[in-house]
T-cell receptor, first 115, second 115 residues
Framework: AQSVAQPEDQVNVAEGNPLTVKCTYSVSGNPYLFWYVQYPNRGLQFLLKYITGDNLVKGSYGFEAEFNKSQTSFHLKKPSALVSDSALYFCAVRDTGAGSYQLTFGKGTKLSVIP | GAGVSQSPSNKVTEKGKDVELRCDPISGHTALYWYRQSLGQGLEFLIYFQGNSAPDKSGLPSDRFSAERTGGSVSTLTIQRTQQEDSAVYLC?????????????FGDGTRLSIL
């Protein structure tokens, strides 16, 4: 079965500092990995995905993530945090070996960027 | 509009009543998903439609929940005999492609409150 873990419920970072939001996953086959962001009272917005190819993936709003197969991780990063990055971030995985098109989402990490 | 549209945005109803939630996906998207998001929780998969294929209903929590998608476009999620534990935000998403490698585009959800 596919699963994803976001070990931190909340991450606080000062504006201008680099940020990292952690994600680890478990699959039987190869993973498709996604990051989404959710602002209050809104749906989720797609940030970036890893399907195949380069392990470093660049996405919207200056975010990037690195796929690490040996550590089964897909951490989200940004070199310089903005106050407007404060939101709820979700990592999601689909197991290509599972015969299902379902995405499994983590429980989310609340990012607070402090001015 | 170009995005996924959900209606109503808020719904308050009494325990035991039936409710219908509507989702208009992005035009041309063949895949449509319903999720449930409870406070402090991640997204719980409910049901997945892909083109004319039989839907994946494996996430529906009970037989009080059902969904249909007419003409490969608009979808309706119906909850019969609502219970207080059904209170949550119900999110709809659509995506292009049939292989689960394309990002899902989310609506802003329907916030359902059962009194």
């Amino acid at each position: 079965a596919q699963s994803v873990a976001q070990p931190e419920d909340q991450v606080n970072v000062a504006e201008g500092n680099p940020l990292t939001v952690k994600c680890t996953y478990s699959v039987s086959g190869n993973p498709y990995l996604f990051w989404y962001v959710q602002y209050p009272n809104r749906g989720l917005q797609f940030l970036l995905k890893y399907i195949t190819g380069d392990n470093l993936v660049k996405g919207s709003y200056g975010f990037e993530a690195e796929f690490n197969k040996s550590q089964t991780s897909f951490h989200l990063k940004k070199p310089s945090a903005l106050v407007s990055d404060s939101a709820l971030y979700f990592c999601a995985v689909r197991d290509t070996g599972a015969g299902s098109y379902q995405l499994t989402f983590g429980k989310g990490t609340k990012l607070s960027v402090i001015p | 509009g170009a995005g996924v549209s959900q209606s109503p945005s808020n719904k308050v109803t009494e325990k035991g009543k039936d409710v219908e939630l509507r989702c208009d996906p992005i035009s041309g998207h063949t895949a449509l998903y319903w999720y449930r998001q409870s406070l402090g929780q991640g997204l719980e998969f409910l049901i997945y439609f892909q083109g004319n294929s039989a839907p994946d209903k494996s996430g529906l929590p009970s037989d009080r929940f059902s969904a249909e998608r007419t003409g490969g476009s608009v979808s309706t999620l119906t909850i019969q005999r609502t219970q207080q534990e059904d209170s949550a935000v119900y999110l709809c998403a659509s995506s292009s492609g049939a292989w689960g490698n394309q990002p899902q585009h989310f609506g802003d959800g329907t916030r359902l409150s059962i009194l």
